[in-house]
C-alpha cells in the first residue's frame, strides 16, 4: 500500500494557494494545515487573509497577538500533526505563504531553534531602555565575539536578537518526518495580474471591516508593537485607526507593502528545491496541472522512506 501524501501548495499572496489547497483535499481526502506565520493569532482574521472554513485546517489561532512565535514552533507543531495523520494513513496539505516554514518542515532543517523566553526578551528591552545600546553590544562581545563581529552593533533590534540567541537555551528543534510521499506545488502567476489581485483584495478587507478588527485589537489592549502587528497592514491600519493616516492612505501603503512582499515571495520561490511549476490559469486547470503532477511516478516520494 502506498504511503499517504504530503503535498505543499506554494506562491505569492494572491495567487490562489488557498482555492487550489482545499480543491485537492477534497479530490485527495486531505487535511489542511496552514503556514502562515500570522494566521497563528487570534483576532487577526481579516488581515491575514483567514480562511473562513477555519475548522478545516490545523495551525490556525494559536497564540495571542502579544506573544511570540516563529518557525521552530510551527515546525515543532506541524511534524505533531503530521506523525498523527500519517498513523491514520491520511494525506495532508500544507499551504500558506511563509515561504521559510514550508522549506524548513519538507526539507527537514537540523538548525532551528525554540521561540525566544518572552521574560528574556523584556529584561532584555528593559536593560536597553535603560542602559543604552553600548551596554548591550559590549555584553555580547563578551560571551559571543565571533557572533558580534558579525552583527550590526548600532542596531538594536539585531544586538537584541543575537542576545537573545546566545542567552536561550541552544538546543534545536530536530526535525524528521513520516515518509510521506511528498511534493511541492508552486503556482506561476504573471507580475501584473498578482498586482492587481492585490489590490482587490486589500480593498476588499477594508471593505469587510478591516479597520474594525484593528479597533477591537487595540481596545484589548494590544499595541503595534506587539508581535501579531507585525503581519503586513495592521500597523498601517492602527495608524488609521488612531487619525495618524487617511483610509485611502493606509490602504494604499498596505497595497505597496504587499506588492513588495510579493516581489520577495517569487525570489523565493525561485531557489525552492524540488518545486513542481504550475502554470497560471483557471482552478479547474490548476486542480488538473497539480494531480497530473501528484500522480506521476516516483514525483515526490520521500528520500528517507
Given at each position: 500500500?502506498?504511503?499517504?501524501?504530503?503535498?505543499?501548495?506554494?506562491?505569492?499572496?494572491?495567487?490562489?494557494?488557498?482555492?487550489?489547497?482545499?480543491?485537492?483535499?477534497?479530490?485527495l481526502d486531505a487535511q489542511?494545515?496552514?503556514?502562515?506565520?500570522?494566521?497563528?493569532?487570534?483576532?487577526?482574521?481579516?488581515?491575514?487573509?483567514?480562511?473562513?472554513?477555519?475548522?478545516?485546517?490545523?495551525?490556525?489561532?494559536?497564540?495571542?497577538?502579544?506573544?511570540?512565535?516563529?518557525?521552530?514552533?510551527?515546525?515543532?507543531?506541524?511534524?505533531?500533526?503530521?506523525?498523527?495523520?500519517?498513523?491514520?494513513?491520511?494525506?495532508?496539505?500544507?499551504?500558506?505563504?511563509?515561504?521559510?516554514?514550508v522549506r524548513a518542515l519538507?526539507?527537514?532543517?537540523?538548525?532551528?531553534?525554540?521561540?525566544?523566553?518572552?521574560?528574556?526578551?523584556?529584561?532584555?528591552?528593559?536593560?536597553?531602555?535603560?542602559?543604552?545600546?553600548?551596554?548591550?553590544?559590549?555584553?555580547?562581545?563578551?560571551?559571543?565575539?565571533?557572533?558580534?563581529?558579525?552583527?550590526?552593533?548600532?542596531?538594536?533590534?539585531?544586538?537584541?536578537?543575537?542576545?537573545?540567541?546566545?542567552?536561550?537555551?541552544?538546543?534545536?528543534?530536530?526535525?524528521?518526518?513520516?515518509?510521506?510521499?511528498?511534493?511541492?506545488?508552486?503556482?506561476?502567476?504573471?507580475?501584473?495580474?498578482?498586482?492587481?489581485?492585490?489590490?482587490?483584495?486589500?480593498?476588499?478587507?477594508?471593505?469587510?471591516?478591516?479597520?474594525?478588527?484593528?479597533?477591537?485589537?487595540?481596545?484589548?489592549?494590544?499595541?503595534?508593537?506587539?508581535?501579531?502587528?507585525?503581519?503586513?497592514?495592521?500597523?498601517?491600519?492602527?495608524?488609521?485607526?488612531?487619525?495618524?493616516?487617511?483610509?485611502?492612505?493606509?490602504?494604499?501603503?498596505?497595497?505597496?507593502?504587499?506588492?513588495?512582499?510579493?516581489?520577495?515571495?517569487?525570489?523565493?520561490?525561485?531557489?525552492?528545491?524540488?518545486?513542481?511549476?504550475?502554470?497560471?490559469?483557471?482552478?479547474?486547470?490548476?486542480?488538473?496541472?497539480?494531480?497530473?503532477?501528484?500522480?506521476?511516478?516516483?514525483?515526490?516520494?520521500?528520500?528517507?522512506?
Amino acid at each position: 500500500m502506498a504511503a499517504p501524501l504530503l503535498v505543499a501548495v506554494m506562491g505569492v499572496t494572491a495567487s490562489g494557494k488557498t482555492a487550489l489547497a482545499e480543491a485537492l483535499a477534497l479530490h485527495l481526502d486531505a487535511q489542511l494545515i496552514s503556514a502562515d506565520a500570522f494566521q497563528v493569532y487570534r483576532g487577526m482574521d481579516i488581515g491575514t487573509a483567514k480562511p473562513p472554513n477555519k475548522a478545516d485546517y490545523r495551525l490556525l489561532d494559536l497564540r495571542e497577538p502579544d506573544e511570540a512565535f516563529g518557525v521552530g514552533e510551527w515546525v515543532r507543531l506541524a511534524q505533531a500533526e503530521l506523525e498523527e495523520l500519517y498513523a491514520r494513513g491520511r494525506n495532508a496539505i500544507v499551504v500558506g505563504g511563509t515561504g521559510y516554514y514550508v522549506r524548513a518542515l519538507l526539507e527537514e532543517y537540523a538548525d532551528l531553534r525554540p521561540p525566544p523566553d518572552p521574560e528574556l526578551r523584556r529584561e532584555l528591552d528593559e536593560r536597553l531602555a535603560a542602559h543604552g545600546l553600548p551596554t548591550l553590544a559590549r555584553e555580547l562581545e563578551r560571551i559571543a565575539p565571533e557572533v558580534a563581529a558579525r552583527t550590526d552593533l548600532k542596531n538594536p533590534a539585531r544586538v537584541r536578537r543575537a542576545l537573545e540567541r546566545e542567552l536561550s537555551p541552544h538546543d534545536v528543534v530536530a526535525i524528521r518526518l513520516p515518509p510521506f510521499r511528498r511534493i511541492k506545488l508552486g503556482i506561476e502567476c504573471p507580475t501584473k495580474w498578482v498586482e492587481e489581485q492585490i489590490a482587490a483584495r486589500v480593498e476588499q478587507m477594508v471593505h469587510n471591516g478591516w479597520a474594525g478588527e484593528v479597533a477591537r485589537l487595540l481596545d484589548q489592549g494590544y499595541r503595534p508593537e506587539h508581535p501579531g502587528f507585525r503581519a503586513i497592514g495592521y500597523r498601517a491600519m492602527a495608524r488609521f485607526v488612531e487619525g495618524e493616516m487617511e483610509s485611502g492612505e493606509a490602504a494604499a501603503s498596505v497595497i505597496v507593502d504587499t506588492r513588495n512582499y510579493a516581489k520577495r515571495q517569487r525570489t523565493w520561490l525561485r531557489r525552492e528545491p524540488g518545486l513542481e511549476v504550475l502554470a497560471h490559469g483557471s482552478l479547474e486547470s490548476l486542480t488538473e496541472q497539480a494531480l497530473a503532477a501528484i500522480h506521476q511516478p516516483m514525483i515526490g516520494e520521500s528520500s528517507n522512506g
